[in-house]
């Protein structure tokens, strides 16, 4: 039997490394929102903004969870998938897909602190 101490789980962190977590983040915050407003990921010129300015009603925090319109449990990128093939008429990106991952990271990074509206999301 191996007992782990808690030291041996994670290494420590400094501030230098919350300004570079920070930075990376922010930067594919930019990236998303970019993304987010461009009416290119599909091909009728619709944004994702269009329905979701903001990236409002999109709750990234509560996935993975069961989803309507797909008929399953799906992570959040697989419900921007969604809505790229479906409204945007697009085609869907990869789970790992730079843009989606950014995608991500700006619905979440908008949708801080946003109460939950309960049995709607």
Known sequence: MMILSPVAQADEF?????ET????FM??????????????????????AQ????????HPETYPKYQQQIGRVVVFGE???WCII??????????DDETLIAMQAYARYERRGVALDPGKH
């Open 14 to 18: 400094n501030k230098q490394d919350v």
């Open 21 to 24: 977590w920070t930075r990376e």
């Open 27 to 48: 930067a594919a915050v930019e990236k998303g929102r970019a993304a987010w407003v461009d009416g290119n990921l599909g091909t009728n010129g619709v944004a994702c």
């Open 51 to 58: 329905c979701h300015p903001n990236a409002a009603d999109t």
């Open 79 to 81: 419900m921007i998938n």
């Open 86 to 95: 479906n409204p945007l008429e697009g085609k869907a990106l990869a789970l």
